[in-house]
């Protein structure tokens, strides 16, 4: 299997999906690369690359219509050209999502909890604040208690300003003292370890061959490396975001998380100058073709070379 065939079997198995999350392919082709070269793209362009996943004209525009109602786009007119680019709102999540999409995993843990205590808030807030303090990693300990090992505490202090709750919530910081046993245990249920680790090893088996036919095959062409990266972080994406990225101390031994990182960085590496090619060669603004890529963007997976 050639890079080229590898990368046409990605697609036309994406083609084949019963439902095609538009949405959600333009936001990683938003996150992934037009944000760090620019933040601003042509609809045209965004619409013809599109195409090649398979979503047409007017699937493109019903979801970025959505995604400008849902506060993650916006959208420029200059004569008959639409031009969108990330609201404010929508670049600090995408700034959150970068870091643990291109950051590298956390190698040590000092052993400390942060907890979140919601008594005395309604039933409804709390709702809220499991679902947003979820997406970085919070699981519930408790009805009333949110935890996590190692949370980013600027992350933190942003999702509650964003809940409007900074002073209503109590932030405690503890260690477990004995008992490690049951805290594993209490760790496996409070956040669905065994569907994350399925959902990496089925994520490794997808891209395994794509990597290794990279190997036997060097010469890819911008627009295969393009769909190829885009397809790889579309789908790291949707693993990762539901990973709590727990220190290694309280993943199950035999966690493909490992794997699918060490896969997509090594894969990331081997086609991303390639499709940076075709997004130079395809993408516009209003200026002319996306700038270069800012210098934080050499620094994903570790570092680019």
């Known amino acids: 299997m050639t890079i080229e065939s590898a990368s046409q079997s990605l697609v036309a198995e994406f083609r084949s999906r019963t439902t095609l999350r538009a949405g959600s392919l333009i936001t990683t082709v938003f996150g992934d690369a037009i944000a760090p070269r620019g933040g601003t793209v042509?609809?045209?362009?965004?619409?013809?690359?599109?195409?090649?996943?398979?979503?047409?004209?007017?699937?493109?525009?019903t979801s970025v219509f959505r995604l400008v109602q849902d506060g993650w786009l916006q959208s420029r007119q200059i004569g008959r050209r639409s031009y969108y680019s990330l609201t404010d709102a929508g670049r600090e999540r995408f700034e959150q999502a970068t870091q643990k999409i291109y950051g590298e995993p956390a190698s040590a843990w000092d052993g400390e909890w942060t907890t979140v205590l919601m008594t005395g808030i309604e039933p409804a807030t709390k709702d809220l604040v499991r679902?947003?303090?979820?997406?970085?990693g919070f699981g519930s300990l408790s009805p009333n208690v949110l935890a996590h090992p190692a949370p980013d505490m600027a992350v933190l202090d942003l999702a509650l300003d964003r809940l409007g709750l900074g002073d209503e919530l109590v932030v405690m910081a503890g260690r477990t003292v004995r008992n490690?046993?049951?805290?594993?245990?209490?760790v496996r249920d409070s956040w669905n370890l065994a569907d994350i680790d399925e959902r990496y090893a089925s994520f490794v088996e997808r891209f395994r061959p794509v990597l290794k036919a990279y190997g036997k095959d060097a010469n890819v062409q911008p627009k295969s490396a393009f769909l190829v990266r885009t397809l790889l972080i579309q789908e790291y994406r949707k693993v990762l975001l539901r990973d709590p990225q727990l220190p290694a101390e309280l993943l199950p031994a035999s966690w493909h998380g490992t794997a699918a990182y060490q896969l997509c960085r090594n894969l990331y590496r081997a086609v991303y100058?390639?499709?940076?090619?075709?997004?130079?060669?395809?993408m516009e603004t209003a200026e002319g073709s996306l700038p270069p890529p800012a210098a934080g963007f050499m620094k994903r997976f570790g570092g680019l070379r």
Do not use: C, H, Q
């Open 273 to 282: 100058a390639a499709a940076d090619d075709y997004l130079t060669e395809t």
């Open 42 to 61: 042509w609809l045209g362009s965004l619409i013809a690359a599109m195409r090649e996943f398979g979503v047409n004209e007017r699937l493109v525009r």
């Open 131 to 136: 679902k947003e303090l979820g997406w970085i």
């Open 180 to 186: 490690e046993p049951g805290m594993r245990a209490l």
